[in-house]
């Protein structure tokens, strides 16, 4: 695929980061073993096999690499690779590399500021310890915010939900629970794939280490019970189940019944017209982008 990331972008990254060490509270070893193997890239200098040997001997004893020798490293892909590049600035950002929330946030505003000419973006896709971990995404590819709270597939009354936290948007079900499903991972840059979901779903029923076939199974079961007799909606179900045996877990996933819409009150509170939207739809998660249809 070719770079949408132009030339220009590029200097202007390496120029607007020039005074911010892109390896942060770590040493350049330290940081880009959280990317790359070093022992099996390389080494440019004919002294040494491996590229570890040749940066610990350029960049720490001797320090006579310029600082931006990395952007021109054909090694590591930053000036042909926008994936690489994107997955470099967003290291950049995690926690384990800088511990100042300002200064993260300063460098995110940049990095989104330079990237966005070329259609693409940094995003909080989690956090630790309270403090973000982003990635790199294109700009459109995924509906604003992060996913906090995936409650789908209610196989019996459906749940009655509670803010237990109003400042955060943290939703609690009180009541119901057991008829529906709660997804409780963070949301990858790439969205919610099958594997994701099966992954979980494993764990929640002790099926880690079965087979890939019969943890799928055991959730299209589930799932399949949240349709009651709907056969419209029970179609879509099987025609994706069809295309999982084509392409593989990668496929987004297709979850059913998601609850996309709170409202404390009942129809009675709303003026005429003006009903409490449907608290359901299909959603397939791909890249953070989400499709409903009654």
């Known amino acids: 695929m070719a770079s949408r990331i132009t030339d220009v972008t590029r200097r202007r990254l390496i120029e607007g980061l020039a005074a911010a060490a892109w390896y942060g509270a ?5 940081f880009l073993d959280r990317l790359y193997n070093l022992d099996t890239l390389p080494s440019t200098d004919s002294r ?13 004893a001797n320090y006579d690499w310029p600082d931006d ?3 021109d490293d054909e090694r590591f892909g930053l000036a042909s690779s926008d ?6 600035l967003a290291e950049m950002l995690h926690p384990a590399v ?21 259609g693409y973006e940094i995003v909080q896709v989690d956090a630790i310890s309270g403090a973000p971990v982003f990635a790199g995404r294109r700009i459109g590819a995924g509906v604003p915010g992060s996913m906090k709270n995936l409650i789908f597939a209610a196989d019996g009354p459906k749940p009655e939900i509670v803010f237990s ?4 948007n943290d939703v609690r079900v009180v009541k119901n629970e057991e008829f529906c499903l709660v997804y409780d991972r963070p949301l990858a840059a790439h969205g919610l794939t099958w594997a994701d979901l099966t992954s979980w779903w494993a764990d929640r029923e002790g099926l880690t280490g079965a087979p890939a076939r019969e943890v799928s199974r055991s959730l299209y079961r589930r799932l ?15 025609a994706y189940a069809d295309r999982y045996v084509r392409l593989g877990d990668g496929i987004p996933a297709l ?6 819409h709170y409202d404390p009150y009942t129809r009675a509170h709303h003026v005429p017209g003006a009903a409490p939207c449907r608290a359901s739809a299909w959603t397939s998660c791909c890249s953070c982008r989400s499709e409903s249809a009654s």
Do not use: K
């Open 26 to 30: 770590l040493n350049e070893i330290e």
């Open 48 to 60: 040494y096999t491996t590229a570890r040997q040749d940066i610990i001997q350029h960049c720490i």
């Open 69 to 71: 020798w990395i952007v």
């Open 83 to 88: 994936n690489a590049l994107l997955q470099f």
């Open 98 to 118: 800088r511990t100042s929330l300002a200064e993260v946030e300063q460098l995110h505003t940049f990095l989104n500021q330079t990237l966005i000419h070329d």
């Open 165 to 168: 936290d109003a400042l955060n």
């Open 224 to 238: 399949d019970r949240s349709l009651g007799d709907n056969d419209a909606e029970r179609r879509i179900l099987r």
């Open 255 to 260: 979850i059913p019944q998601v609850y996309l």
